[in-house]
């Protein structure tokens, strides 16, 4: 892999979707080039999955240093401002840092700032959990709205959760954020652009090769531990797989459903990254990986 672009002496983003090859490129770049690959993507930060979420392999991570995957245990609430405090202290710890993920808000805390809003209360927590999406999304103000994904509920009850907090708008919150722990001028931001039908030919093959690498395994050493609220059960292929094994979908069905949901999930990430990420260098990603 040629990369005679990409400058040796500054950090790397490598962002992108799903089943892009975002972590072939990142363990090419520290190969050829040295440095640590830290995790930007939020199901990878847990323990109990390594094959569901494509964490790179033992194998993989014996080949370059590796930083925040599977690292929380299952039942951790962990969240972008959790992720930007551990990731800070890796910026100057002596190994240049290639970051690489698909979780488009792990890049925008680092690349813009976050806004340092006090933490949600558990009992504003339980109000929200109870609400709809609608209601959820009713209450807030068009500045806010404007600037999430309000199909992600994550997102708007966060966004919620701010504003029956402080009494501020998330968008307020933001307006005030400090300077960022790494510009993009002090970088080489790269996402990776993929084609619509090769990454869906992709998904359709990983999923299967997941179950081949033992997913289902995987999700049955943690049957007895799954709660679908928790954010580690929420990975895409969990909640199909404990559904095959508590009875309720064929393995068929299951991987039918994972490889649409995972579809859904990469068109998302791709126009969130198309709006959000427009000055970042674009890579064809069947340019740097075999499909």
């Known amino acids: 892999m040629n990369l005679d672009h990409i400058a040796d002496d500054k950090p790397v983003l ?13 363990l090419a ?21 390594r094959v569901v979420t494509a964490r790179p392999s033992a194998e993989e991570e014996s080949r370059a240093p590796h930083a925040l995957y599977g690292h929380q245990p299952y039942d951790a609430i962990y969240s972008a401002g959790h992720w930007l405090r551990e990731v800070t202290p890796l910026l100057t710890g002596g190994e240049r840092p290639i970051i690489v993920g698909g979780t488009g808000l792990y890049f925008l ?20 959990d109870a609400l709809s999406l609608a209601d959820l ?10 600037r999430i994904d309000m199909q ?11 504003l029956r907090t402080t009494g501020r708008p998330l968008a307020e919150w933001q307006d005030d954020t400090p300077p960022p722990p790494l510009p993009l001028a002090a970088c080489t931001p790269l996402v990776l652009e993929a084609d ?9 093959r990983r999923f299967a090769k997941m179950l081949a ?29 404990m559904a095959y094994l508590a009875g309720d979908l064929s393995l068929e069905a299951a991987e039918e459903q994972a490889s649409i949901a995972t579809r859904q999930y990469a068109k998302r990430q791709r126009t969130w990254f198309r709006a959000r990420m427009k ?13």
Request: net charge negative; charged share 25%.
């Open 14 to 26: 490598i962002a992108g979707p799903t089943a892009s090859g975002k972590s072939a490129l990142a």
């Open 152 to 162: 992600n509920r994550a997102r708007v009850q966060r966004a919620w959760e701010v």
């Open 213 to 241: 690498e033992g997913a289902l395994e995987e999700a049955r050493a943690m049957q007895d531990r799954y709660d679908p609220a928790l954010p580690s059960c929420k990975a895409i292929g969990v909640p199909e797989l």
């Open 109 to 128: 805390t680092l690349t813009e700032g976050m806004a340092e809003i006090p933490a949600t209360p558990p009992e504003v927590r339980a109000e929200g």
């Open 137 to 146: 999304s009713a209450q807030l103000d068009a500045a806010t709205a404007a």
């Open 29 to 49: 770049i520290a190969e050829q080039q040295g440095g640590v690959i830290i995790n930007a993507d939020a199901s990878q930060v847990y323990a109990c999955w």
């Open 279 to 291: 000055v970042w260098q674009k890579i064809a990603p069947d340019a740097i990986t075999s499909p």
């Open 196 to 204: 619509r039908d090769w990454l869906e030919s992709r998904i359709r």
